[in-house]
């Protein structure tokens, strides 16, 4: 379990994070999603003890990352930005050397192999040197090497940047399938990388969080009003006029004249659906409805207004 409160990251004058709280039970994975520079490497790097925070708490487990940092280190895996390798090594022997470091030696070391070997799919390019596999091998003997000390916790930051889209894939599976045993918290900066993969969204803007959920979640608490666009025959100013009367829920925003046929647009509240009352208006009225499409808040629209300036709702 990873408990944040209240945390905070200044470098000099630049706030990178500000008094962020949240908390990650075992089992879940979480999607850290933010705009470049919005403070998720600053918050990985602090959860995994690499930078001191300004202010705030950090717990992993219980424990508590200033007074027990190594010991957190020995529970969580970390995949750093970039992914940093010694790619003149072989896979192997990056592998021992890591390993080593952890005084994983001997049999368990043996064993440690043949686990991360078989849960990321190494087996082809163990003796192969790390400079001449592939960029989605390389991300995989990056995960490896963050779980060769079979941490319960994975932090793993831009896991799928810069693959190509068949081995983003191939990673979010895996991703998928380590998220069965380990509480995985990931970062990126594209939403549809985050939503394939994870179970819960925290999104980050300028140093905050400003949304926290499930995809689902998300879209019922930030969705916005629906537009409608119409494009009718045979009806006027007038008529929308006296739509607007009949049904107050309907908002007309704007109307144009295309070689006689009006393209309209409407909008109505969340929750609310006129489509059949209007399209029974237009029966009564003569009008001839050519076209009728809601257009609804994705994710994508949502994102992109908590990550812009100003308020979806607004
Ligand atoms: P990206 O996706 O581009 O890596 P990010 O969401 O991970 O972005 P951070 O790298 O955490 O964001 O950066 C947050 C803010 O802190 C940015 O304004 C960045 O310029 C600043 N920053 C990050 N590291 C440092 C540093 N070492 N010194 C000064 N400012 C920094």
């Not at 068949?166 to 998928?176: A, C, D, F, T």
């Not at 006129?274 to 808040?297: C, G, Q």
């Amino acid at each position: 379990m990873i408990k944040v409160t209240d945390l905070s990251k200044d470098y000099g004058p630049v706030e990178a994070v500000k008094s962020i709280s949240f908390e990650i039970q075992d089992g879940e994975i979480v999607g850290f999603l933010g705009a470049n520079g919005a403070g998720k490497t600053t918050t990985l790097k602090m959860i995994t003890g690499y930078l001191v925070p300004t202010e705030g708490k950090i717990e992993v487990n219980d424990l508590n990352i200033i007074d027990d940092t190594h010991e957190i280190q020995k529970q969580i895996g970390y995949l750093p930005e970039l992914n940093p390798l010694y790619t003149e090594m072989r896979v192997y022997e990056y592998f021992e050397f890591l390993a080593g470091i952890r005084n994983i030696t001997g049999r368990p070391f043996k064993d440690a192999l043949a686990r991360v070997v078989e849960n990321c799919g190494l087996n082809g390019v163990i003796h192969k040197n790390i400079s001449e596999c592939s960029k989605g091998y390389k991300q995989r003997i990056g995960l490896a090497a963050a779980m060769i000390h079979d941490p319960k916790i994975l932090i793993l930051d831009e896991p799928v940047t810069g693959l190509d889209p068949n081995q983003i894939v191939e990673i979010r599976g895996l991703i998928k399938k380590l998220g069965k045993e380990k509480l995985v918290f990931m970062s990126s900066h594209i939403l549809q990388e985050i939503q394939a993969t994870v179970d819960r969204i925290m999104i980050i803007h300028e140093g905050e969080i400003v949304a926290n959920g499930t995809s689902d979640e998300l879209m019922s608490n930030f969705m916005g009003n629906v537009l409608l666009n119409m494009e009718i025959k045979g009806g006027g100013v007038e008529s929308i006029e006296h739509i607007q009367a009949k049904l107050p829920s309907v908002k007309f925003i704007s109307m144009e004249d295309l070689n006689g046929i009006q393209h309209v647009q409407f909008e109505y509240d969340k929750g609310q659906d006129p489509r059949e009352e209007l399209f029974r208006y237009a029966v009564d009225n003569n009008w001839s409805i050519l076209k009728m499409t809601p257009h609804t808040t994705n994710l994508e629209d949502i994102f992109r207004d908590l990550t812009t300036e100003g308020d979806i709702n607004a």
